[in-house]
C-alpha cells in the first residue's frame, strides 16, 4: 500500500473572491473611527437576524408574534389540563341534574367542579404531573430565549435605523434586494466584516443560508431523507418538521455536532484519515439523540396531537373541504430549492406553480369515486334538505336530540363528496399543465415529459405535491416514526454523511466553511448535460443531479443582477443568454410577431405575459437546439404561462408595459431594471403613488420570475435532446451516493433494483419519444432586448468568488509523492496520474496510513 506523505497546502485558484490585490486583506480601522457594527463576529446569525427581521415586518410585528407564541403554549397546555380534570362532564351531556334555587337552566359554571376538588385530581395524576413539569421546563426555556432575541433585535432595529436609514414603517414595504444593496454600500464605511474591504450578494447569501445548502446538496445527493418501501405503496418519502429538526441538531449546532461553530467546520472532519472512527462516532451519536426522542415520545406526541386539534378543527368545521387541499410537501421544498435561495424566494416560485399543480392533479380524479361521491352527496342532501324544511316550519326541532349533529355531519359530508366530483368544465389537458408546472418549480425528470396522462407521474409527484391531510398526519406520527429512522435508518448512512462534509467542503475567505455546491462552480460541479459540456471537470460523483448547479447558477443571476462572477461564470451566463435570444431572432419577423401592438416589444419576456405569442415557427438547428416539433407547444405553454400570471389584468388596464412601445434605446435601459427582482421598486417608482409603487415591483419581480421560467424550459428542452439516446446509470431519486467509497459494496451498486420501475428517473434515464406537447424550450428566456442582454452581459466583468481549489488532476510531485485535486476523487477515493476518477473508488489505504493524508478541504482565496 502507498504511503502518502504529503502536507495541506493552499491550492491556488484562478480567480479570488475578493477585489485584485486584496486576498489577504484585514482591515485595520482607528479605535476611534469604529462605528457600533465594526467587525462583527458572527456574521452568520447578524445576517439571518437582519433577514429575519424584514421577512417579519419590522420589530414591532416581530415581538408581538414571539409574545403570543409564549401565550398559546400556556393556553394549550392550561386548557387541556383543565378539560381533562375540572369539568364535570355528566352536568355539562345533562346526564345528572343541578338543584337551583333561582332557576331551572343549567349554567356553564355548574359543569366546572370546585377549586380544591380540581386540584386534587390534577395531583393524583402522575401523567399530569410529568407534563406540566417538561412543559414548565420548555416554556421557561422558550422565555429566556424570548428575552434575548429581544435584545439582539433591539440591536438589529438600530442596525436597520442608524445604518441602513431605514424606518420600521417603511420596512415591510422594502424589498430584500433593495436592504441587502444597502448592506454591500455600507461595508465600505462600517467594515462588517474586516476580512474583506467589499462584500458581495454571494456572501450574504452563503452566510444565510450555510447550513441549508448543505440540506439541499444532501438532498440532491440523496444522503437524505432516508425512502421506504411499503407494501402497496411502492417507495415513500417520509420528511417532516421533527425530523429536519433533528437532522440539523446532529450535524449543524447539537452537541458533537460536526460544526464548531457557525462558520467553521471541524478540524476532523477535514481529513480523510480517520473517516472510519468520525463514521462510529456519528453513527453513536445519531443512536443516544435517537434514543432521547423515543423517551420523550410520549410528551411530544401529546403535544402534537393537542396543537393540530386546536389549530385545524375550527378550520375544517368551517371548510371541511380544507383537507382535500394540497401543499408543497417539506421534502418538496427541500427538492426543489435552488442552492443561494432564500426562503421567500422559495415560497413565491411554489406558490406560482400552486394553481396549476392543483389542476393538474385534479385531473386525476377516480371515474369511480366519482360515481360514488355524487350518489353519497344526494342522499346527504335529501336527508339535510328535510332536516333544514323542518327547523324552518318549527324550531323546536333542533331541541330533538342529535338533529343539530346531524345537519353539521351532513353538511361535512356533502362538502367531502363535492371534492371528489370534478368540475364539469374542466378539459384534461394535464401536458401543458405540467410545462407550466415546471416553469416555475424548474426541477422534474425527464419520463415525465410525455406522461403527464399516467397515474405513475401522478403519484411520483404526489411526493411533492401532497395532501393538506396527509401532511397533518405524517406530523401527527412523526413523534414514533422519527426515533426509528434515527436509530435503524440514518445511522448505516454515517459514513456517507462524514465523506460528504469532506469532499464537498470549501473554504471561502472572509466567509468560512461553506457548501461547495453553493459555490455555483460549473467547472467544479457542472453536468455536460445540462449546457456545461466542454466546460466542466466534474467527476459523476461531483456533478450535482438534475442541473442544479446551472440552474441555481441562473437563478441567482437573474435574482441579483448587480453581481459579479466570475469572468469563467459571467461567460457561461451570457452565452447562454446570447444563445437563446439568437436562436429566438432566427425566423422570419413575419412568421412569428411577438405583440398585438404595431411597435411591437423586443422583449419575448413581456409577450407571454400580456400578449399571445405564435412562436411555432421558431426552429434551430441539429446542434442541440430546438427543432418545430419540439417548438410546437410553445404557443400554448406561453398562453397557460400568462393565464396563470397573477399581473397579466393589471398590465393590461394600467398600462406597466409601456416600455415596451418606448423607443429602443430606451428599451436597453428597462431590460436591465427587469432582469431581476433586485431591482429597487420605490426607487423605480420615485414620484409616483403608493399603488404605482406597488404595481411597479409587482411588475419587475413578475419580469425576472417570468425570465427564470423561459429559462428553465430552455434548459430542460436543451437537455433533454442533448440525452436523447444516452444510457443513464441515475435515478431521480439515487438510491445511494454514486460513488461514496467503500461505504457502499460494488455488488450492492449493481444489484438491479426490482422496484425501479416505480421510481423517478433523473434526467439522464432513457425515455421515450415525447410527444408533440413534451414541454417547449422558450427560446425567449433572455433579458428583454438585444441591446439590454449585452448590457447585461458586459456587467458581469470583475470575479468575485474563488472556486473549488485543485480543479486539476492528480499528478506526482518532484519527490514522488502524490498531490491531491479535488476533481474526480470519489468519497476517500484516489485518482492515479493520467487517468480520469474510476467509477468505484481504488482500496483506500490502511487506516494508520491515512493520517498522514492532505486534508480532504481547500481553501478558496
Known amino acids: 500500500m502507498a504511503h502518502f506523505d504529503t502536507e495541506y497546502q493552499r491550492l491556488e485558484a484562478s480567480y479570488s473572491d475578493s477585489p485584485p490585490g486584496e486576498e489577504n486583506l484585514l482591515m485595520h480601522v482607528p479605535e476611534g473611527a469604529k462605528s457600533h457594527w465594526h467587525h462583527i463576529e458572527n456574521l452568520d446569525l447578524f445576517f439571518q437576524r437582519v433577514y429575519n427581521l424584514h421577512q417579519k415586518n419590522g420589530f414591532t410585528c416581530m415581538l408581538l408574534g414571539e409574545i403570543f407564541e409564549l401565550v398559546q403554549l400556556l393556553f394549550v397546555i392550561g386548557f387541556t389540563v383543565f378539560l381533562a380534570n375540572c369539568v364535570d362532564y355528566d352536568i355539562l351531556f345533562a346526564n345528572k341534574f343541578v338543584n337551583h334555587t333561582d332557576s331551572?337552566?343549567?349554567?356553564?359554571?355548574?359543569?366546572?367542579?370546585?377549586?380544591?376538588?380540581?386540584?386534587?385530581?390534577?395531583?393524583?395524576?402522575?401523567?399530569?404531573?410529568?407534563?406540566?413539569?417538561?412543559?414548565?421546563?420548555?416554556?421557561?426555556?422558550?422565555?429566556?430565549?424570548?428575552?434575548?432575541?429581544?435584545?439582539?433585535?433591539?440591536?438589529?432595529?438600530?442596525?436597520?435605523?442608524?445604518?441602513?436609514?431605514?424606518?420600521?414603517?417603511?420596512?415591510?414595504?422594502?424589498?430584500?434586494?433593495?436592504?441587502?444593496?444597502?448592506?454591500?454600500?455600507?461595508?465600505?464605511?462600517?467594515?462588517?466584516?474586516?476580512?474583506?474591504?467589499?462584500?458581495?450578494?454571494?456572501?450574504?447569501?452563503h452566510r444565510i443560508l450555510r447550513f441549508k445548502n448543505y440540506m439541499v446538496a444532501m438532498v440532491n445527493k440523496s444522503l437524505l431523507p432516508v425512502r421506504f418501501q411499503l407494501p402497496g405503496l411502492g417507495e415513500s418519502v417520509f420528511y417532516t418538521r421533527g425530523l429536519k429538526y433533528n437532522f440539523e441538531l446532529i450535524f449543524f449546532w447539537g452537541p458533537g455536532s460536526l460544526f464548531e461553530n457557525e462558520w467553521s467546520l471541524k478540524p476532523e472532519y477535514k481529513r480523510g484519515g480517520n473517516r472510519l472512527e468520525l463514521a462510529d462516532r456519528l453513527a453513536s451519536r445519531i443512536l443516544w439523540i435517537g434514543i432521547a426522542n423515543l423517551l420523550l415520545c410520549p410528551v411530544i406526541l401529546v403535544w402534537q396531537i393537542l396543537y393540530a386539534f386546536f389549530s385545524y378543527t375550527e378550520v375544517i368545521k368551517r371548510e371541511p373541504g380544507s383537507l382535500g387541499a394540497r401543499c408543497w410537501s417539506l421534502y418538496g421544498r427541500c427538492y426543489l430549492r435552488h442552492f443561494n435561495e432564500l426562503d421567500h424566494e422559495l415560497m413565491s416560485r411554489l406558490s406560482k406553480g400552486y394553481k396549476a399543480a392543483s389542476k393538474y392533479m385534479n385531473c386525476f380524479l377516480s371515474p369511480l369515486l366519482t360515481v360514488v361521491a355524487k350518489n353519497v352527496a344526494f342522499f346527504a342532501g335529501s336527508l339535510l334538505a328535510v332536516l333544514i324544511a323542518l327547523t324552518i316550519y318549527d324550531e323546536d326541532v333542533l331541541a330533538v336530540e342529535h338533529v343539530l349533529s346531524s345537519i353539521t355531519l351532513l353538511g361535512v359530508c356533502i362538502t367531502v363528496c363535492r371534492s371528489f366530483i370534478p368540475d364539469k368544465h374542466m378539459v384534461f389537458c394535464p401536458e401543458q399543465l405540467l410545462r407550466v408546472i415546471l416553469a416555475h418549480i424548474h426541477y422534474m425528470p425527464d419520463h415525465w415529459q410525455g406522461n403527464a396522462h399516467r397515474y405513475e407521474t401522478r403519484d411520483q409527484f404526489s411526493q411533492l405535491f401532497q395532501y393538506k391531510a396527509v401532511f397533518i398526519l405524517e406530523e401527527l406520527i412523526s413523534p414514533v416514526v422519527t426515533p426509528i429512522i434515527l436509530i435503524f435508518c440514518l445511522r448505516r448512512k454515517s459514513l456517507e454523511i462524514i465523506d460528504f462534509f469532506r469532499n464537498f467542503t470549501v473554504e471561502v475567505i472572509g466567509v468560512g466553511d461553506t457548501c461547495s455546491f453553493a459555490q455555483m462552480d460549473i467547472r467544479q460541479h457542472g453536468h455536460p448535460a445540462w449546457?456545461?459540456?466542454?466546460?466542466?471537470?466534474?467527476?459523476?460523483?461531483?456533478?450535482?443531479?438534475?442541473?442544479?448547479?446551472?440552474?441555481?447558477?441562473?437563478?441567482?443571476?437573474?435574482?441579483?443582477?448587480?453581481?459579479?462572477?466570475?469572468?469563467?461564470?459571467?461567460?457561461?451566463?451570457?452565452?447562454?443568454?446570447?444563445?437563446?435570444?439568437?436562436?429566438?431572432r432566427g425566423g422570419p419577423s413575419d412568421t412569428h410577431p411577438l405583440s398585438l401592438s404595431e411597435s411591437e416589444p423586443r422583449s419575448l419576456i413581456a409577450n407571454v405575459l400580456v400578449g399571445p405569442s405564435t412562436l411555432n415557427s421558431v426552429h434551430f438547428s441539429a446542434d442541440g437546439s430546438l427543432t418545430n416539433h419540439a417548438a410546437?407547444?410553445?404557443?400554448?405553454?406561453?398562453?397557460?404561462?400568462?393565464?396563470?400570471?397573477?399581473?397579466?389584468?393589471?398590465?393590461?388596464?394600467?398600462?406597466?408595459?409601456?416600455?415596451?412601445?418606448?423607443?429602443?434605446?430606451?428599451?436597453?435601459?428597462?431590460?436591465?431594471?427587469?432582469?431581476?427582482?433586485?431591482?429597487?421598486?420605490?426607487?423605480?417608482?420615485?414620484?409616483?403613488?403608493?399603488?404605482?409603487?406597488?404595481?411597479?415591483?409587482?411588475?419587475?419581480?413578475?419580469?425576472?420570475?417570468?425570465?427564470?421560467?423561459?429559462?428553465?424550459?430552455?434548459?430542460?428542452?436543451?437537455?433533454?435532446?442533448?440525452?436523447?439516446?444516452?444510457?443513464?446509470?441515475?435515478?431521480?431519486?439515487?438510491?445511494?451516493?454514486?460513488?461514496?467509497?467503500?461505504?457502499?459494496?460494488?455488488?450492492?451498486?449493481?444489484?438491479?433494483?426490482?422496484?425501479?420501475?416505480?421510481?423517478?428517473?433523473?434526467?439522464?434515464?432513457p425515455t421515450t419519444v415525447p410527444s408533440p406537447c413534451a414541454i417547449p424550450t422558450s427560446a425567449s428566456a433572455i433579458v428583454s432586448t438585444a441591446r439590454g442582454q449585452e448590457g447585461a452581459a458586459s456587467s458581469h466583468k470583475s470575479s468575485s468568488q474563488r472556486p473549488f481549489s485543485g480543479s486539476t488532476a492528480d499528478s506526482f510531485s518532484a519527490g514522488g509523492r502524490v498531490l491531491r485535486s479535488a476533481r474526480g476523487v470519489p468519497m476517500g477515493g484516489w485518482a492515479e496520474e493520467g487517468q480520469a476518477a474510476p467509477r468505484h473508488p481504488d482500496p483506500l489505504p490502511e487506516e494508520g496510513l491515512e493520517d498522514d493524508m492532505p486534508p480532504h478541504i481547500h481553501k478558496v482565496t
Request: charged share 20%; aromatic share 8%; glycine share 4%.
Open 104 to 205: 331551572s337552566k343549567v349554567t356553564l359554571p355548574d359543569a366546572f367542579l370546585p377549586v380544591d376538588v380540581c386540584s386534587a385530581r390534577i395531583r393524583d395524576n402522575a401523567f399530569v404531573i410529568f407534563v406540566l413539569t417538561i412543559s414548565g421546563v420548555f416554556w421557561l426555556h422558550r422565555l429566556l430565549k424570548f428575552l434575548y432575541n429581544v435584545c439582539c433585535y433591539w440591536e438589529i432595529r438600530s442596525f436597520y435605523i442608524n445604518a441602513l436609514k431605514m424606518t420600521m414603517s417603511e420596512l415591510p414595504y422594502a424589498t430584500w434586494q433593495e436592504v441587502q444593496a444597502r448592506i454591500v454600500e455600507i461595508q465600505k464605511e462600517h467594515q462588517i466584516c474586516i476580512h474583506k474591504k467589499e462584500l458581495t450578494e454571494l456572501d450574504i447569501y
Open 531 to 584: 449546457m456545461s459540456e466542454g466546460k466542466t471537470e466534474a467527476s459523476i460523483y461531483q456533478q450535482a443531479e438534475d442541473g442544479k448547479t446551472e440552474l441555481s447558477l441562473m437563478h441567482f443571476a437573474i435574482t441579483n443582477p448587480q453581481w459579479q462572477p466570475s469572468q469563467e461564470t459571467t461567460h457561461f451566463i451570457s452565452q447562454l443568454k446570447e444563445k437563446v435570444h439568437r436562436e429566438a
Open 632 to 765: 410546437a407547444g410553445l404557443g400554448n405553454g406561453a398562453s397557460a404561462l400568462r393565464s396563470l400570471s397573477p399581473i397579466s389584468s393589471s398590465l393590461q388596464l394600467r398600462g406597466s408595459l409601456s416600455v415596451a412601445h418606448r423607443p429602443s434605446g430606451h428599451t436597453s435601459t428597462t431590460s436591465k431594471a427587469m432582469a431581476g427582482s433586485g431591482t429597487d421598486a420605490w426607487t423605480v417608482s420615485s414620484g409616483s403613488s403608493a399603488w404605482e409603487g406597488q404595481l411597479t415591483s409587482l411588475v419587475l419581480s413578475e419580469y425576472a420570475s417570468t425570465e427564470m421560467s423561459i429559462h428553465a424550459l430552455y434548459m430542460h428542452e436543451f437537455h433533454k435532446q442533448q440525452s436523447r439516446g444516452e444510457l443513464s446509470r441515475h435515478t431521480w431519486h439515487r438510491q445511494e451516493s454514486d460513488e461514496s467509497s467503500d461505504s457502499i459494496p460494488d455488488e450492492v451498486r449493481s444489484e438491479p433494483n426490482p422496484h425501479s420501475r416505480h421510481l423517478l428517473r433523473s434526467h439522464t434515464f
